[in-house]
DNA sequence: ATCAAAAGTTGATAATTATCAACTTTTGAT
DNA sequence: ATCAAAAGTTGATAATTATCAACTTTTGAT
């Protein structure tokens, strides 16, 4: 059975790993940065120099090949933390991150985020059970691109960005993302992507307001994916 | 530029991370398991009950869709271990595991892992880096998928496979798979695959021994991924 | 409100990959 | 060593997806 959890990352709130003591630790540490939309927060190869904590707007996650081409592996939307992998495995950054709109971010500095995480047992435990879900939800996303084509691809990567756009405010979500980025997401041609779209605003499954998209029928999504 | 690191798993032994009185404690609760080819571990969906570090042979790990059709995420070989992540983080299994040959492993039972992994600092260190390199791994083959062409993932395939197919006994490494599991690790069909395998064979880049294949010029592979 | 640049869309076509069916080779039990 | 079953291979063709070029719509600065 399809169940749209396994493709998308639970947000889990990293400051409620930490006691009030660890949390305020964390006020004094932390520090509030704006990027501008297409900043680029850090490239693939680099080193991690702390933990990012986004607190507006979306960012990013990609893989750039050598013909310039990117492949998007995952956008974070507010609350949700990273570049703490890489810090831990003592690894280059596999990905690249870039600001998708104009963000703000909390940025702990590596040393702050180390010690945090060698005295707190709640965020430690945290990580390890975060890294351990998102290992569920990369499997998972490989398996979508070997098997499914592109059409199933769109409809889930519609369902997965209607998660990622999602306010808590609204109801109605609007997903306000560029064709580019949208395709490098699902892994195809611009073009591709845009006549799979139109396939779905014919059938009422979806409907735009300029270039922004709302989901209608997330039911009839889920329905090409059995 | 491609490095062939980030697509395969560094093999790091389980039992290395241990201290002597640990090791011995491992040693106790730990069982040895023999499975037949073809005989399924344990299926997606299911609940890890304990570790499994290969002894002898291969291990396949695949997610199955609802047409039947397989796809391999990783094949395991001698001194890997697996099956610890989702009983970390209390899920169910995202993928199921089978024996691609007849194959020995130590098994050890949940509580004995966890009482290990509670009560070892470096088992617990070993493990977060374990799961963090793997991750980069992940993306990486993900990216894969998504931007190559399937006659550059199987090129990428066979160095892989020639790694996991390696013995430090012998210097010549045959890859003995079928061509079906071969097919469900490139993700592609089984006539894509042969096709792409004849042209290699011709261009004298690989060559078989009966349906076992060796790889004569892995550079020429290498020049395939740029 | 205007308008140039950027982003998005469509059509035509080529390239890639999957599917089906027939055939060949290999494997492993006796 | 034999031989049936399983696995692997090839050819023909269909389906899917990418690419290129032309065109349309939207965006955001003034």
Same mark, same amino acid.
């Given at each position: ?6 493709? =998308? ?20 540490k932390a ?7 297409? =900043?680029?927060l ?31 592996v ?17 690894d ?15 940025y702990?500095p ?6 945090l995480?060698?005295?707190?047992? *709640?965020? %430690? ?17 490989? *398996?979508?691109f ?21 306010n ?20 195809? %041609? ?8 139109? =396939? ?10 300029? *270039? ?15």
């Amino acid at each position: 059975m399809f169940n749209l959890e396994n493709y =998308h990352l639970k947000s889990s709130s990293f400051s409620d790993a930490l006691s009030a003591r660890e949390l305020s630790y964390f006020k004094e540490k932390a520090e509030r940065i704006e990027f501008k939309k297409k =900043h680029i927060l850090f490239k693939e190869g680099s080193f991690s120099k702390g933990v990012y904590i986004v607190r507006k707007g979306k960012i990013k996650i990609y893989k750039s090949n050598p013909n310039g081409a990117e492949s998007i592996v995952y956008i974070y939307k507010k609350g949700d933390y990273f570049g703490y992998r890489p810090l831990l495995a003592e690894d280059p950054n596999p990905v690249s991150a870039a600001a998708i709109d104009n963000t703000v971010v909390s940025y702990l500095p590596k040393e702050a985020f180390l010690s945090l995480f060698n005295r707190s047992d *709640t965020l %430690a435990k945290k990580i390890v059970i975060t890294l351990s879900q998102e290992f569920s939800v990369w499997i998972n996303k490989m *398996t979508v691109f070997t098997q499914f084509s592109v059409k199933e691809r769109i409809a889930l990567s519609l369902l997965i960005l209607s998660k990622v756009y999602q306010n808590n405010e609204e109801k109605k979500v609007i997903i306000s993302i560029n064709r580019d980025d949208f395709a490098s997401f699902v892994g195809t %041609a611009k073009e591709s992507l845009v006549r799979n779209l139109r =396939h779905f605003k014919d059938e009422k499954i979806i409907s735009t307001q300029g *270039t922004k998209i709302v989901v209608m029928k997330p039911d009839q999504l889920h329905a090409y994916l059995l």
